[in-house]
């Protein structure tokens, strides 16, 4: 994991602390400082999620005031692309760049070694694509997703294919898990960007081994990916209630 960059620290330093609701000022600090980590010229990923939309306006506004050019994302899901085309913020495809210098997205759960659950916005599969693309990813965060353990507060998602999803449901089950599929406002079962069904899979004491059960999903037909994002993430911004932010990587915090 990388240290943080002087400019990041500099940056941290002048974060303002934010005004009204705690959680959205923690979350609109955060998203403020993983902004000023893009330079012109980059490409990035855009992640989807509260936190992450926040970003995409922070990186709006550098864009338009013109502290940045020639920067172009590619999109995590359907919801982040029409976000970024309303702000105006130029899109590209992994196709064009297939390798990308820096990933920005938000996060269910975090834990001390910055292994995360993904996923409670639908989007894991193409977050988990665009993510390892990227030279480094950043998470952005309030302090309410820190865990100790993965799986403590937030299910796992796991998006398996449309045919057969019992068998998976009983999967689960055996694996430990109480697996509820995820369904649409309208009580349908809720479809991702990929035409898959999400099953949110529950431990009651959270997820004692998250290598092992990643390595389970993924040797299981069906399965298309899980929320466990294993050693991907790079540092993660975390959002104070005060309005400020700190910085956690493998060295250790930053504030």
Not at 9 to 29: I, N, S, V, W
């Amino acid at each position: 994991m990388p240290n943080l960059d002087p400019r990041e620290e500099a940056a941290l330093a002048e974060a303002p602390a934010g005004a009204g609701d705690t959680a959205a000022a923690a979350k609109r600090a955060a998203a403020r400082l993983a902004a000023t980590m893009v330079e012109s010229g980059m490409r990035l990923g855009l992640g989807t999620g509260s936190t992450a939309g926040l970003f995409l306006e922070e990186l709006a506004r550098r864009l338009g005031s013109g502290e940045l050019t020639d920067v172009a994302g590619v999109p995590t899901s359907r919801r982040t692309a029409r976000r970024a085309a309303e702000l105006d913020i130029p899109l590209t495809t992994l196709d064009r760049n297939p390798t990308l210098d820096l990933v920005v997205d938000g996060a269910d759960e975090i834990d001390p070694s910055l292994n995360l659950i993904k996923g409670l916005g639908g989007a894991l599969l193409w977050e988990k694509i665009v993510a390892q693309a990227g030279r480094r990813m950043v998470i952005v965060a309030d302090a309410d997703k820190l865990v100790e353990r993965l799986g403590t507060r937030s299910p796992l998602p796991v998006e398996v294919v449309t045919f057969g999803v019992a068998g998976q449901e009983a999967f689960l089950r055996g694996l430990g898990a109480e697996p509820t599929l995820r369904r649409d406002a309208d009580g349908a079962p809720y479809v991702t960007d990929g035409g898959h069904n999400i099953l949110d899979a529950r431990f009651a004491k959270g997820i004692a081994d998250p290598a092992a059960l990643d390595a389970a999903l993924a040797a299981r037909a069906g399965v298309v990916e899980s929320g466990l994002f294993l050693g991907m993430a790079d540092a993660a911004i975390v959002g104070r209630e005060d309005g400020g932010a700190r910085v956690m990587s493998a060295e250790g915090d930053k504030s």
